[in-house]
């Protein structure tokens, strides 16, 4: 029998539908996948060579468990010039950023505790809110509001037990950026009411339009905020497994606890490869983005094509969130495009109550892909 704790958690939805894909690929099932959230992209070469070397070099053994000088002083440079965020080499740990979700949660909740979530939100929040004991408070979002929250919908959600809000801009599952504003009045809620915020910002550098803001840069923001980003999506590396956390000091001392009994720390020569991902060259990431803009613009196009479903022009991330008008549940609704379309997508429905009714669209993948399975998907729809 497991842990109550883990029965109250279903497993992640956007990966059990990812790995449906690959076992269906794997038995010679041909499957449009607009499923898994990773740039289809190869790392950049410069980026590999820099691990190659480290690792002929005879870097491989463990290091220090907040991560080598040297990284956490470019991530620092770098968190300090792009996020405005004033910080050093002292305030990073660096970490899987899905790992530091974890030990956020263990490490600053308690049973009963609340944590706010914009709902819909990324799969794994609520999770791992569940997993520390504590409770995903969801403050329902519209479709017509681009799906964001605003400060005064994130004040009736308050309670005495309110710790922590999560939130993630640019947004998966919906590509929406949220804009200084908005940010401006959470971050006063917070200062007023005493919350602290993790701030997903994992696909800061993929954005279209307006601009990407961290809550942490904000006066008086910078003690209560822990601020997630990493290489995984900016630079094509989601198997390499880097992320970082930015926070005050103690805060990467209390993490850092529970880095030293979990994965004692990164893998060395990826770490020695991302000061290369963030000093060297950075057209690679400026071509990435350039070609997910195009794509972005054309599978909006033809996803508004399709009758009976609209969609939001997503300023970020790599993700549409069309909704439809079906009579059908958005889980039904991704089995029936698996089997009658070949086409995976994610069901709205496991990003919270309010995605019931959309799906997510993943666009990182090729043009044909994108021509061809959303043309499976209308033929489909059509038929419901
Ligand atoms: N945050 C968000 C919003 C994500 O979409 C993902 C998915 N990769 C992660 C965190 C986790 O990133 P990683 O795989 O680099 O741990
Ligand atoms: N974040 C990606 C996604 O949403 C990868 C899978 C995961 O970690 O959830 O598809």
Not at 267 to 290: D, I
Not at 337 to 354: K, W, Y
Not at 355 to 363: A, Q, V
């Amino acid at each position: 029998m497991v842990s109550k704790r883990l029965m109250d958690v279903p497993e992640s939805g956007t990966v059990a539908i990812a790995n449906l894909v690959s076992q269906l690929k794997h038995d010679g099932v041909e499957i449009i996948s607009f499923s898994m959230g990773e740039p289809d992209f190869d790392t950049p070469g410069h980026i590999k060579e820099a691990c190659a070397r480290s690792l002929n070099g005879g870097f491989t053994h463990y290091t220090p468990s907040t991560g080598i000088p040297d990284l956490r002083k470019a991530i620092a440079e770098k968190t300090a010039r792009d996020n405005k965020i004033k910080c050093t080499a002292k305030n990073v740990l660096v970490t899987p950023t899905k790992h530091a979700l974890f030990m956020i949660a263990l490490a600053y909740l308690d049973p009963g505790d609340e944590v706010i979530l914009p709902d819909p939100a990324w799969v794994s929040y609520d999770a791992v809110i569940r997993l520390a004991g504590a409770k995903p408070v969801y403050v329902p979002t519209k479709f017509e509001d681009n799906f964001c929250m605003s400060a005064d919908m994130m004040a009736a959600a308050i309670t005495k037990d309110t710790k922590m809000v999560m939130l993630n801009s640019p947004s998966n599952p919906t590509g929406s950026v949220m804009h200084r504003d908005t940010l401006k009045g959470i971050a006063d809620l917070c200062i007023d009411k005493d919350i602290r915020v993790m701030s997903d910002e994992i696909y800061e550098d993929i954005i279209y339009e307006g601009e990407h803001i961290s809550i942490g840069s904000f006066d008086g923001m910078f003690d209560r905020t822990l601020t997630l980003s990493g290489l995984s999506k900016s630079y094509a590396m989601t198997g390499w497994r880097l992320g970082w956390m930015v926070a005050p000091e103690k805060d990467i001392a209390a993490v850092n606890k529970l880095q030293t009994h979990s994965i004692t720390c990164c893998t060395s020569f990826v770490q020695e490869a991302a000061v290369e991902a963030l000093r060297g060259t950075q057209e690679p990431k400026k071509k990435m983005v350039a070609e997910f803009r195009k794509r972005r613009n054309l599978a909006l196009d033809l996803i508004r094509d399709i009758k009976g479903v609209e969609c939001n022009s997503p300023e970020g991330a790599f993700y549409l969130f069309p909704r439809y008008n079906r009579n059908i549940s958005s889980d039904d609704l991704a089995v029936y495009l698996m089997r009658d379309a070949h086409v995976a997508i994610t069901p709205g429905r496991s990003f919270g109550p309010s995605g019931e009714g959309c799906f997510r669209l993943s666009y990182a993948t090729s043009e044909d892909n994108i021509i061809a399975g959303i043309e499976n998907i209308r033929k489909s729809l059509l038929k419901l």
